[in-house]
């Protein structure tokens, strides 16, 4: 049996994380090394490598839970910017598809 990764071991309630928002197959929770006041990870609950292993009826479906946490959030009007990395030259660190999602900051328009 494969060794759990850090994001499964959160669903499972193994590792503690203050959490935003979730549902039978996503959950949003605080970033612990946050980069703005709002930092939240957007995962699905079941492993999923990265976008490039996303079908679209799963990415409909976490897109809508995403514009739940949005709302929850209260950033709709404000402005966010949500990433997802891919892979080690995208900066990938957790190998499980996560979107940041960080708000409540003047973010700057470039990445680099």
Do not use: C
């Not at 049996?1 to 503690?16: H, L, S, Y």
């Not at 949500?82 to 499980?96: A, F, W």
């Amino acid at each position: 049996m494969a060794q759990k990764g850090i994001f499964e071991k959160i669903v499972d309630r193994e590792i503690p994380a203050k959490i935003v928002l979730e549902n039978e197959e996503f959950m949003a929770f605080d970033d612990i090394a946050p980069k703005a006041p709002i930092h939240v990870l957007i995962i699905p609950k079941k492993l999923v490598k990265d976008f490039n292993y996303v079908n679209a009826e799963l990415m409909g479906k976490m897109s809508e839970f995403i514009l739940e946490v949005v709302d929850v959030l209260g950033v709709r009007e404000s402005g966010y910017r949500l990433i997802t990395n891919i892979g080690s030259d995208g900066g990938q660190e957790v190998p499980h598809l996560h979107f940041h999602l960080l708000a409540k900051r003047k973010l700057e328009p470039n990445f680099g």
